[in-house]
């Protein structure tokens, strides 16, 4: 473990997670996505009108390498909800279609659950992953 | 440099006792099946983490992205 009273960076990223009840990790900006992954996982919250507060991890290596050190997840995007790690890409979608994640953010019954399993409308899906079997 | 979707298989498999893995990729991006009894009663976040800890630093790194879909099966 290091020394998180002389480490700012940790610090930051310590008060980032505990002062967004929603907060996402990751690669790019919402608007602007540089990865397949974090574009998913921005669509899913974007689909249920959720508000977040976004962290793009690029400008500075130390910025995922604590993150990950902090969190135990070594992958970007890491969705964050009242100070605790939900997931990543994989995880957040499985929720989102199983109905689990609109119910930790309180959306029940707002959003569909068992349609619309793609988030990305209107767009191609950036990775396909699911439903390989 | 790249990794065969085999190699991750069997690491997978020889990692975390009684699973199966099935696994697809490019040599560099991966999508993995898995499952096994190892899985069971653990939160989604500790099951994607058994995996990953198979891998290591190599997430991100030679590995560049290993998307990962677990079933949890009965012990027995």
Redesign the interface.
Known sequence: MSDTSNNPMREAIETAISENPVLLFMKGTPEAPACG?SARTVAVLESLDQPFAAVNILPDPAIRQELSALS?????PQLFVDGE???????VT??YQSGELQQLLGKEGTAPVAEAPEPAAGEPAP?S??N?? | MSVSPDELKQRIEDGIPGSRAAVTGDGHHFEAMVEGPAFAGLSRIAQHKLVYDVFGAELGDRIHALSLKITPTEDR
């Open positions: 992954f135990g997840w070594p992958t970007i790690l939900v997931g990543g890409c994989d995880i499985e929720m990775l992953i699911e390989l079997l």
